[in-house]
């Protein structure tokens, strides 16, 4: 069946330094990406998403590219803020509506 | 669109007390699903629903029940609460377009059982 695989954290970087957040899938055809963040204390919220090959998500500075080729959706950001610490998500959703999380990768960005 | 909403924020149990989490949409979204998220354990799902009257079991369904009367609601029963029940509850909510389910979280619900 459809899985993630999600880069271990923590992660731990200095203001203004570039991130990026690995994930790989295994999927049959081609389902819909989504990359979900989850702030201290709070529920998940959907970050940016993609749903086909080639295409590019982005939202508050992040970035991620649906590469159907090497099977990943790798989340970027060229400058990270004190305020993008939080947990990051990469998710795959089924063909029930339900979706399969990566174990998650905490990232703590330093002043 | 108050989204998806949840109650209890927190809660404390005593082992064996029984209670409802509370969980509503309204989006009219057909999928509903429950979450609980323990530290370095990711999210693991517990029970989901692609519709009223349907429910199904997700990866760690002991000791808990649903049901899914209306489009709206979708509680989650503890029936007899354990220490390994202590946790964070989510309740998602997702619809189908072009095959894409964005999923939509709760709050979340604090649960420590002693």
């Known amino acids: 069946g459809n899985s993630v695989t999600q880069m271990e954290g923590p992660v731990t970087l200095s203001e203004e330094a570039f991130l990026t957040i690995n994930c790989t899938y295994t999927?049959?055809?081609?389902?819909?990406l989504f990359w979900y963040v989850q702030y201290p204390g709070e529920g998940l919220q959907l970050l940016l998403k993609?749903?086909?090959?080639?295409d590019k998500g982005s939202n508050k500075g992040f970035e991620a590219t649906y590469r159907k080729e090497t099977t990943s959706f790798h989340l970027e950001k060229g400058s990270v803020q004190v305020s993008d610490s939080a947990v990051y998500f990469c998710?795959?959703?089924?063909?029930?509506?339900?979706?399969?999380f990566g174990q998650g990768t905490t990232l703590q960005v330093k002043p | 669109n108050a989204g998806v909403t949840q109650t209890p924020k927190f809660q404390v149990l005593k082992t064996g007390q029984s209670m409802t989490l509370q969980c509503a949409q309204d989006?009219?979204?057909?999928?509903m699903s429950w979450y609980r998220q323990d530290p370095g354990m990711g999210l693991r799902l517990i029970h989901y629903?692609?519709?009223?009257?349907?429910?199904d079991q997700g990866e760690v369904p002991n000791g808990y029940n649903v049901s899914r009367s209306t489009t709206e609601d979708f509680p989650l029963r503890l029936l007899s609460a354990a220490p390994s029940q202590t946790s964070v509850y989510f309740c998602?909510?997702?619809?189908?377009?072009?095959?894409?389910?964005?999923?939509?979280f709760g709050p979340g619900t604090r649960l420590t059982v002693t």
């Open positions: 998602a909510s997702s619809y189908s377009s072009r095959g894409t389910y964005e999923q939509y």
């Open positions: 999927a049959t055809g081609y389902p819909s």
């Open positions: 993609a749903t086909k090959a080639d």
């Open positions: 998710a795959l959703p089924s063909n029930t509506g339900k979706l399969i």
């Open positions: 989006m009219n979204h057909e999928y």
């Open positions: 629903s692609v519709g009223a009257g349907i429910t």
